[in-house]
């Protein structure tokens, strides 16, 4: 026996896994009330036992004999997914969630701006994070002035106190 | 009469000058999202809903119309164009589209789509002014084992239908579920699956599914696979308008096509790809040149274009009147609904007339600003193409955390966002459709409410589910369609074994 597809079987195990879990998360919620015929266990529980046939159908997919004699040149080999412009674009994201409370809306959003610009093969980061600074400060204002939304102002909050 | 009546009494509401100017504003910025590469009429919708927050629930929904309306209209350029289809629907699009305007026929392409859609747009609307009250009919005589048997058949075809293998569609359906059941039990509140983090006791919003799926998703998809090349873009030339022969071979493509495309788009079956696949084919057998196709026939763009559109209001009419999405779009509106604590299906037809019936005429007058707006500025729409991707997709992330940010001002659904576009980076990588994720996500939730309620009633005697006749048949319905592409694999790979020993 032989693995066909590496990704499509790694992806079948995490299903798997995650099926599991959800098993074991269901059983463990507690039980409804007696008029509640059917509680608030039995959805999750078919949604488990959903996701493990899921799981169990795309290993059984995966894994086997590789096609015999299967003209495997005539398909184009995929590239391989570069991971470093995806690992960029999620540290920026996670940065912006843990100090935009902080920092506020506009000099994350910069970071954001240029960190993305960048993943996509852009270096020119110095006016990257200009554009990106003066597109969150413009939205800033479009939204606080024009549609009464509330972004955070952060660092910039202290500009926009009246004085004293 | 009492359906004309209470049209007009919407176009009395959409047409006062301050809704006027919100469905303009949405035709605008519908059409300028919707326009940028790889985002869909539904990630549109969902990155511009925080734009209404601050609206009446009426104006919001007149607004959304618009914002619907410009978003397939930018999609459908942005196809023909760049030949990058946002979503499944605009896929037929981009084939003659593209070939059109690699020939140089671009704005003719461009024309026959919008007057196209337009067209069909106008026609499916008074289709769904007066198929809605009679769904609304029907609906009223549902009982809760019909909605449970009417939503599993909805999700059995997406599942089956979309995607290359019913495991695959069912892995991304099941997790669609169980996002959808995070936080807490409406009917108990017990906690489920939230792991002790407060956030998600409220469950998780559909917003930040969709945005993070399509637009996070396919951002870092596009990093992760091209980086930063630029798409080729075709530049309009020649003469901008349509000739009398463009007119005659593109008029019965779009009668076919709103024909085709609006009661497909009515039936739970995952929206607008099926009926822009059947224009497409049904144009090709019709041609007397099918070897056109491909290498740029107007037909090919004409039909699935006006199918695409007529689908697209085909698919307001289970929404409003049943309450139940049948589209990628359908389930985003709905969250919209939800945000305004509306509940769409028959009651919003009584308690919230003017908004339903607001609604509906202002599709009407979507459409028209459509084509007065955009037509005159098609040359701004395509300068937006041309924005250089770093900046693009910059800009979409920045779109993308505003949008999900100002929904609750919690820090944490940037981390939700960031988590299921990764969700949606490795579904895109493995080919896994997307679509069945968020049609689990909005419906699992109303499922598990008529499954429990039909239980209540029958006392936990799951027979009722099979026994009423409704219910039981679309069960059945539901089963034929899941099980009949793995039992023809079966047998056809058994006849190719027999055939070649």
């Known amino acids: 026996m032989s693995i066909k597809h590496p990704a499509e079987a790694a992806f079948g195990v995490a299903m798997l896994l995650l099926a599991i879990g959800v098993l074991v998360s269901a059983a463990s919620i507690p039980s409804g009330f007696s008029y509640d015929a059917v509680g608030p266990r039995m959805f999750p529980t078919i949604m488990g036992v959903g996701l493990l046939l899921a799981a169990l159908g795309i290993l059984a997919g995966a894994i086997g004999p590789r096609r015999r004699a299967a003209p495997v040149a005539a398909t184009p080999v995929e590239p391989r997914p570069d991971w470093r412009p995806v690992a960029l674009i999620s540290a920026a994201l996670l940065l912006e969630a843990a100090l935009i409370e902080t920092l506020g809306w506009i000099p994350l959003t910069g970071v954001l701006f240029a960190a993305g610009a960048w993943a996509f093969g852009n270096r020119r980061l110095w006016l990257n994070l200009l554009i990106g600074l003066v597109f969150g400060g413009l939205i800033l204002f479009a939204f606080d002035a024009g549609l009464g939304l509330d972004l955070p102002l952060g660092v910039l909050a202290p500009l926009f106190q009246p004085q004293g | ?501």
């Open chain 2, 1 to 501: 009469m009492e359906t004309f009546t209470a049209l007009m009494h919407g176009f009395g509401v959409a047409l006062l000058p301050a809704n006027l100017f919100w469905a303009a504003i949405g035709v605008t910025l519908g059409t300028a999202i919707g326009v940028l590469p790889g985002i869909g009429p539904a990630t549109t919708v969902a990155l511009l809903m925080p734009m209404t927050l601050g609206l009446e629930p009426v104006s919001a929904f007149i607004m959304f119309a618009g914002i619907y309306y410009g978003a397939q209209y930018g999609g459908s350029t942005a196809s023909i164009l760049l030949n990058t289809p946002g979503e499944a629907g605009a896929m037929m699009t981009a084939l003659d589209g593209n070939a059109m305007a690699r020939k140089g026929r671009g704005a003719q392409a461009l024309a026959t789509a919008a007057i196209g859609s337009f067209f069909a747009g106008t026609v499916a609307t008074v289709g769904l002014t007066f198929a809605a009250p009679l769904l609304v009919e029907v609906a009223l005589k549902l009982t809760a084992p019909d909605y449970f048997a009417l939503m599993i058949l909805s999700l059995a075809t997406v599942t089956a239908v979309l995607g290359r293998s019913v495991s695959m569609g069912m892995a991304a359906l099941f997790l669609g579920l169980l996002l959808g059941a995070v936080g807490l039990d409406p009917q108990t509140g017990q906690a489920r699956f939230t792991f002790g983090i407060v956030e998600l006791l409220d469950g998780i919003d559909t917003v930040v599914v969709a945005v993070g799926l399509f637009a996070v998703g396919e951002t870092l998809y596009v990093a992760a696979r091209e980086g930063g090349a630029p798409d080729k873009i075709h530049a309009l030339r020649g003469s901008m308008w349509m000739s009398r022969e463009d007119w005659r071979r593109s008029w019965k493509p779009w009668l076919r096509g709103t024909l085709i495309g609006f009661p497909i788009g009515a039936m739970p079956a995952g929206g607008s790809e099926i009926p822009t696949i059947l224009s497409y084919t049904t144009e090709k057998r019709l041609s007397r040149n099918p070897e056109e196709f491909g290498h740029g026939a107007i037909e090919g763009v004409a039909g699935p274009e006006a199918a695409n559109n007529a689908s697209a209001a085909g698919a307001l009419a289970p929404l409003l009147a049943l309450g139940l999405p049948t589209s990628t779009t359908a389930a985003v509106m709905l969250a919209a609904f939800q945000q305004y604590g509306l509940r769409p299906g028959p009651m919003l037809f009584q308690s919230n007339a003017e908004l339903v019936w607001g609604l509906i005429a202002s599709l009407y007058v979507g459409n028209v600003l459509l084509l007065v707006l955009n037509l005159p500025m098609v040359g701004l729409w395509v300068r937006l193409l041309s924005i250089p991707k770093p900046w693009l997709y910059g800009g979409i992330l920045v779109f993308a955390t505003l949008g999900t940010y100002s929904l609750n001002g919690n820090p944490f659904d940037i981390v939700l966002l960031w988590g299921i576009g990764m969700l949606g980076l490795v579904l895109r990588l493995l080919d896994v459709p997307v679509v069945p994720v968020i049609l689990g996500l909005i419906l699992g939730p109303m499922i598990e409410q008529q499954m429990r309620r039909a239980l209540a009633v029958s006392q936990g005697d799951w027979s009722v589910f099979v026994t009423h006749p409704l219910s039981g048949g679309l069960l059945l319905l539901a089963l034929v369609l899941v099980l009949t592409p793995p039992v023809l694999r079966l047998l056809r790979g058994r006849a190719a074994r027999a055939a070649h020993p």
